[in-house]
C-alpha cells in the first residue's frame, strides 16, 4: 500500500466549474499535509497547508482534512485554465520532514 | 527572502560518469531534502540532511549520496551514472519542525546518454 494515494487523473473540468481533488494517506499518525501544484516542466509550488481537521480556505482554494477517515482534498472554485496542471499532495509524519507525495492528480480546466 | 536555488539546472552526462549537484536552502531553513522525479514514478524521496547529519533516506542504491555543509548548503552525488538516472532532480527546504512546510528549488535536470 502506497503512503499516499491520488487517483492519476486527467480530471477535466470547464471553466468555472469547481474542480475536486482527493487524496488518501495510509499512516495515521501523520501530521501535516499539503497541496502542492506543479505546471509542466518546473517545480512544485506550495498551495496550501493544513494541520487540523476540517476546512481551510485561502482564496479559490479549500483544503478539507479527515483524520478519521484519513483523507485530504482540495476544492478549486470557478477554476481557470491557468489552474491546468498537476497537483500533488503530500504527508508529513512526525519523522523529521520525511514527506510522502503521492504520484499527483492531472487537471485540465477547458476555456 | 530569496528562494532555493540549485546549480545548474541542466546537465547532460554519459553513462559511467558522475554528477554533482547543488542546492542552496533559503536563509535560516536547516532541513534539505532531496527528491527524484521522472514520468513513470513521480516524485521519490532521497535523503534528507539537517545540521550536517542525514536524518532519513529513501530506498535508492548506494550510488546516490549527498552532504551538507555548516551553512546548510547541500550537495548530492551520483556516481557511475546510468540511463535510468534521467530525471528531475528536486532539492527543498524547510525548518525544523514536522509541521513545517518544504519549498521547492527550480530543480536540475539530468540527462544521461
Known amino acids: 500500500q502506497k503512503e499516499v494515494e491520488q487517483n492519476s487523473g486527467p480530471l477535466s473540468v470547464p471553466e468555472g466549474a469547481i474542480a475536486s481533488l482527493n487524496c488518501t494517506y495510509s499512516?495515521?499518525?501523520?501530521?501535516?499535509f499539503f497541496w502542492y501544484r506543479q505546471y509542466s516542466g518546473k517545480s512544485p509550488e506550495l498551495i496550501m497547508s493544513?494541520?487540523?481537521?476540517g476546512d481551510k480556505e485561502d482564496g479559490r482554494f479549500t483544503a478539507q482534512l479527515n483524520k478519521a477517515s484519513q483523507y485530504v482534498s482540495l476544492l478549486i472554485r470557478d477554476s481557470q485554465p491557468s489552474d491546468s496542471a498537476t497537483y500533488l499532495c503530500?504527508?508529513?509524519?512526525?519523522?523529521?520532514?520525511?514527506?510522502?507525495f503521492g504520484s499527483g492528480t492531472k487537471l485540465n480546466v477547458k476555456p | 527572502k530569496a528562494g532555493v536555488t540549485q546549480t545548474p539546472r541542466y546537465l547532460i552526462k554519459t553513462r559511467g560518469q558522475q554528477v554533482t549537484l547543488s542546492c542552496s536552502p533559503i536563509?535560516?531553513?536547516?532541513?534539505v531534502s532531496w527528491y527524484q522525479q521522472t514520468p513513470g514514478q513521480g516524485l521519490q524521496f532521497l535523503f534528507e540532511?539537517?545540521?550536517?547529519?542525514?536524518?532519513n533516506k529513501g530506498n535508492f542504491p548506494g550510488r546516490f549520496s549527498g552532504r551538507q555543509f555548516s551553512n546548510s548548503r547541500s550537495e548530492m552525488n551520483v556516481s557511475t551514472l546510468e540511463l535510468g538516472d534521467s530525471a528531475l532532480y528536486l532539492c527543498?527546504?524547510?525548518?525544523?519542525?514536522?509541521?513545517?512546510?518544504?519549498?521547492f528549488g527550480p530543480g536540475t535536470r539530468l540527462t544521461v546518454l
Open positions: 527543498a527546504s524547510s525548518g525544523r519542525d514536522a509541521t513545517d512546510t518544504q519549498y
Open positions: 499512516d495515521r499518525v501523520s501530521q501535516s
Open positions: 493544513i494541520y487540523s481537521n
Open positions: 503530500a504527508v508529513n509524519r512526525n519523522n523529521f520532514n520525511k514527506f510522502y
Open positions: 536563509s535560516g531553513h536547516r532541513s
Open positions: 540532511y539537517f545540521s550536517e547529519t542525514q536524518r
